[in-house]
């Protein structure tokens, strides 16, 4: 199983199984992604948080990633994408991006409901520590683009920070 978790209006193609809380992004399975079914403990291969993370608090994103390392399968791996704020702050002090850009970065592009908005920032210190406490991961490290899933449609911009989490067999 291959989950797209928070999948809103970035859906992945078949085989993968996206998830959202929103009805409006017709997921394949309509669910609260920090509560997933319990049938699917150790099933995944792959999971996906694609600027998903930053729309949880400074309690439910760990707990998230958690409930991901619950569902991945031995040897499965977690990626994680998320706009990296030390980087969004550099480049605005230096006046490479204006407030709207950092703004939307930060905050989060609100599009009507309050699942839009970002609770929680995330650096590269934060959500490496954040990755180790939820789990006895063998790797936690930045994610490796040439490893992308094929279709997944990621971001690959100089803002996002992406890291990759893989279970032990």
């Not at 809380?21 to 699917?40: F, G, Y």
């Not at 706009?83 to 599009?111: C, F, H, K, S």
Request: charge should be negative; charged fraction near 20%.
């Amino acid at each position: 199983m291959k989950l797209n978790l928070g999948s809103g209006q970035r859906p992945f193609p078949a085989p993968w199984v996206n998830v959202d809380c929103q009805e409006r992004w017709k997921p394949d399975v309509l669910c609260d992604i920090s509560s997933l079914p319990q049938n699917w403990t150790g099933r995944a291969d792959v999971v996906v948080l694609h600027q998903v993370l930053e729309h949880f608090d400074c309690t439910g994103g760990p707990a998230l990633l958690k409930e991901c390392w619950r569902v991945l399968a031995p040897g499965g791996r977690l990626l994680v994408f998320v706009p990296d704020q030390v980087a969004l702050a550099r480049r605005w002090l230096e006046g490479g991006i204006d407030d709207y850009l950092y703004n939307v970065n930060t905050y989060g592009a609100y599009m009507g409901d309050e699942a839009d908005r970002h609770r929680w920032g995330w650096c590269y210190r934060s959500l490496h520590t954040a990755l180790q406490n939820s789990g006895d991961w063998k790797s936690v490290r930045r994610f490796n683009w040439e490893d992308t899933p094929p279709a997944a449609g990621l971001a690959k911009d100089w803002w996002v920070l992406a890291m990759e989490a893989v279970k032990p067999t």
